[in-house]
Every structure is written in C-alpha cells, then in structure tokens.
C-alpha cells in the first residue's frame, strides 16, 4: 500500500452569524504497527480561542476547539499522510486458544474485556441471540473463525446498505428487523450479536479506501466509515466490517474505537442560536495515494 492522505472538509452554514459551543474533533488517524502518521494538521474557521489535545478513554486522540467569536459559517479541515502496512489476512491456527468456539479469555484479560463482552442494547425476545447462534455448528465446537467470517459476509448478504440521514445509530433490533442501514448500524449490529456469544467486540470509526476501479465492489462514498473489532486470546484486536465483508485492515484507516458508536462521532459540537438558523452541513473526503506516478483520487464510504 502507497503512502496515503487523507483529506476530511466539514463545513457549517447558518443564515446568519451564531455563536458556537464547545466542538470535540475525531479525525486524527489512530497509529499503531500497521498504520504509522507522517504528517497531520487540523485548521478551523474561524480560528477557535482555544485548541487542546486529549486523549479519551480508550486512548483516542481527541482535539477540542472552543470560541469567542460569532460566524455564518463553521469549517474543520483536517488532512494526514499515513503509511497503511495491513497484515496478511488473518487465519486461526489450531494451536490458537480461540481456535474453537467457546473459548475462554484469561482471568487478567477478562476484567479488562468486560465492558466488550457485555450486551449495551436490550434484546427482550431473544431475537439477536438467535440470529447469533444460526453461526454455530449444530454440534460444539465450532472453528471461531467460521463464526466471525459467516457474520461478517452474512450482514453484507442478507442486508441491505441504505443511507440514512437521521442522526445518531438506529437500535440492532430495527437493523435486524429491517434488514437494512448504514454501516455505522450494520458495525453495531454485529458487536452486539457477538456480545450474546460472549465474544468481546467494540466499534471502529475511520475510513475505507475504495479504489477507482470500484473492483471490490465497496459501498457507499462521501462520509467516514465504520466496522468492527473482536478480541480473541493471542490473537489480539482482529477488524471485521460487515459492510463490505472485509477481515483484517485492508483498505481500512482507524481514526478510533469505543464501546459504543456515540463514544466515537467524529465530530460533535452546538451553536448558540434557534433551529431555523441552521442552513446545511457539507462534507468532502477524500483518500489520495501518494508516491507513485499518476497518483490517482481515492473515495471514502459513506456511514
């Protein structure tokens, strides 16, 4: 994989000048072995009176812009240049402990995956359990990964991708019972189903690369993306995106990970002002491969 930047343009309009609440800004690639940061630079506009940096919770760089002036309009521009160095494929072996299913995690492990492993979203008739339990073998045990990778195509089979202008992420049972959503809905959906399993996942924000050529058949186009992380013992944090059946990171770029999808909204913030004061948001991402000849644009799918 070529060197990579990423260009991520969000623009406010108001009908007329308001003045702007705190915004928490989650654009900043999440490095790591496969994916290290050359560069990385985030302007505003208007420039805030104060601009700092955390990290969250989950170890998440977080900016966090407050200002002191009134504005008709709001901008975030934030570009990177990644190296993206995506493991091979990844495969079970059947020296690995979560080779079958079930496994355990180990007791030091487990008080730290908890959170992971514990249902968030309530499932009254059993209906998540079950449509989890159609992935094991009718006799135990049953090849973990033939679980993780029957999900993973199963979602991008059976459901349908639909852009959804609501905010927010529709609840896993209205995704199960629709049959459809973005891929925000599609991500919450399948931690939640493995959570019934007792199977640590959590959610994962960033972007998917789709090449020009459209060969991979990708969905979506316009917006930042979102798939899925599990957590199996020697293994370590393994991605899944249901979306486009995808295991492992290729054509992936984390920004962050959290428990639940409203911990990692990629930019969140209020104005001062009445709700018909609000004209519009426009969004414009883009992927560009640098260092070869030619290098040529790249979209990002759309939650």
């Known amino acids: 994989m070529p060197l990579l930047t990423i260009h991520h343009k969000t623009v406010y309009r108001y009908t007329r000048p308001v003045a702007f609440g705190e915004h928490r800004i989650m654009l900043r690639p999440l490095p790591g072995h496969d994916l290290q940061i050359c560069t990385s630079q985030l302007e505003i506009e208007p420039k805030p009176m104060q601009l700092r940096w955390i990290h969250d919770v989950f170890g998440n760089s977080v900016a966090i812009a407050t200002f002191d002036e009134r504005a008709e309009e709001l901008s975030f521009t934030a570009t990177a240049t990644v190296e993206h160095n995506p ?29 992971y492993v514990t249902p968030q979203y309530g499932d009254p008739n059993g209906e998540l359990s079950a449509w989890a339990r159609q992935f094991l073998d009718a006799e135990a045990p049953t090849p973990t990964f033939n679980i993780l990778s029957g999900m993973t195509h199963g979602i991008r089979k059976a459901f349908t991708y639909r852009k959804r202008h609501e905010q927010g992420t529709q609840h896993p049972l209205d995704t199960l019972q629709t049959g459809s959503g973005t891929c925000r809905d599609f991500a919450l959906f399948m931690i939640e189903a493995l959570r019934r399993l007792g199977i640590a996942a959590r959610f994962v924000s960033g972007y998917i690369v789709i090449p020009g050529d459209g060969a991979h058949g990708y969905v979506g186009g316009g917006s930042t993306h979102a798939w899925v992380q599990v957590y199996l013992p020697s293994a370590g944090w393994i991605e899944f995106d249901p979306t486009n059946d995808i295991v492992g990171t290729r054509d992936l770029i984390r920004v962050a990970v959290a428990r639940d999808p409203r911990q990692a909204i990629p930019l969140h913030g209020t104005y001062l002002g009445s709700p018909d004061a609000f004209a519009g948001m426009e969004i414009d991402i ?15 799918a759309e939650v």
């Open 87 to 115: 493991a091979e494929e990844f495969a079970l072996t059947p020296d690995n402990p979560a080779y079958f299913y079930p496994f355990r995690y180990d007791d030091e492990e487990y008080s730290d995956l908890l959170q």
């Open 286 to 300: 883009s992927v560009v491969a640098i260092g070869e000849e030619n290098a040529e644009a790249l979209q990002v």
